[in-house]
């Protein structure tokens, strides 16, 4: 039972930070995007712009999912990272956790969150 629960735990783990990973590189992609590219000071509703990011570059009007990535996804980031933290026995342990069914949870997850990210990016929500 015990050992189960473990693996369990190890496998949610894995999962958590895989998404995790995604939520950072698609929150630093939204970022680099509105300080790139030439973003509308005013709403424009027949292209989705109608969010107002604040960034370090000023004000634009963005996607909502562009906004809510660019100002709080690195924070739902590290709200994963610490939730698969404290699921990993390993971790708490002081132990690495890495072994063969871990990474391939954690690189499924992290590829599957990435394509649902972006699909949600896509969508214009």
């Given at each position: 039972?015990?050992?189960?629960?473990?693996?369990?735990?190890?496998?949610?783990?894995?999962?958590?930070?895989?998404?995790?990973?995604?939520?950072?590189?698609?929150?630093?992609?939204?970022?680099?995007?509105f300080e790139s590219f030439d973003r509308p000071q005013s709403p424009s509703s027949e292209k989705g712009f109608t969010s107002l990011v604040h960034n370090k570059m000023g004000s634009f009007y963005g996607t909502p999912f562009e906004g809510f990535a660019a100002n709080h996804g690195m924070l739902v980031a590290m709200g994963l990272v610490l939730?698969?933290?404290?699921?990993?026995?390993?971790?708490?342990?002081?132990?690495?956790?890495?072994?063969a069914i871990s990474a391939r949870f954690f690189g499924s997850a992290a590829i599957l969150s990435f394509v649902a990210l972006l699909a949600l990016w896509w969508s214009g929500l």
């Open positions: 039972m015990n050992s189960a629960l473990t693996k369990i735990q190890q496998i949610l783990s894995a999962i958590f930070f895989g998404i995790a990973v995604s939520c950072v590189v698609v929150a630093i992609f939204a970022g680099r995007l939730v698969g933290g404290l699921l990993s026995p390993e971790i708490r342990r002081g132990e690495k956790p890495v072994n």
